[in-house]
């Protein structure tokens, strides 16, 4: 691979023990390559993705924290995925960490995880209460989600609208990937088959039906509304 020239480098930790020497390294490895792609471009971008797993292992904290803290002059920028921030709010550079990331979105979340978010986040309790009510779930009727937007203080509450093929591509629960790689299997042309399949995503989600996997012959009917 050449990192130089890629886009974008996906760094995965799947199938490694957190804390081992293996997973560590790799990490170092992401690590430089953050640092690497500072020099070549302006901005670079750094996900981490299910950072609540990272943060078992202070060692990856540790170097999260020093991306945020020391390399955003250098255009690195960090963001962080998670359905939890405990366990990060829980170490020293954790909170470092969290106390340097200026612009946060919240989905969802759990009326338990409001005193830390509060705390940890700086966000209002009125804020985070509305994004505990019933009323902010997502809507998959209308494909709609529901975002608190706090930055420096600034809090706003929004709707963001994916659209319908950026919300089947990323449709991941067990039946939904199975119904997705039908479609891909039984129709060649993989961007036909991406706008199939939302076709049926979509119809799914706005008539309250659950996603299953298709026969081919519906998925073909389904094929032939995407030919132009």
């Not at 023990?17 to 992401?30: P, T």
């Not at 985070?128 to 709609?144: I, R, S, V, W, Y």
């Amino acid at each position: 691979m050449d990192i130089d020239r890629s886009i974008y480098t996906v760094f995965s930790l799947r199938g490694l023990k957190l804390g081992s020497e293996e997973a560590r390294a790799f990490v170092l490895g992401a690590y430089a390559c953050a640092i690497q792609k500072s020099i070549g471009h302006i901005i670079s971008h750094v996900i981490f993705e299910e950072c609540n797993s990272a943060a078992e292992d202070p060692a990856i904290v540790s170097m999260m924290s020093t991306l945020v803290t020391r390399m955003g002059k250098a255009g690195v920028r960090c963001g962080f995925i998670t359905n939890s921030f405990k366990k990060l709010a829980e170490s020293d550079a954790g909170r470092v960490l969290l106390d340097n990331i200026g612009l946060k979105f919240f989905g969802p979340i759990d009326s338990s995880s409001i005193p830390l978010l509060n705390e940890t986040m700086a966000v209002p309790v009125d804020m985070l209460q509305k994004c505990a009510a019933p009323t902010f779930l997502t809507d998959k009727t209308q494909g709609k989600m529901n975002i608190l937007v706090s930055e420096n203080g600034r809090n706003t509450i929004t709707q963001f609208f994916p659209g319908w093929i950026s919300s089947a591509l990323n449709a991941s629960h067990r039946f939904e990937g199975e119904a997705k790689h039908a479609f891909f299997q039984t129709i060649p042309d993989k961007n036909v088959a991406l706008s199939a399949f939302s076709l049926y995503f979509r119809a799914c989600c706005e008539t309250g039906k659950a996603v299953q996997v298709l026969p081919s012959e519906t998925i073909k009917d389904y094929e032939n509304l995407c030919q132009y």
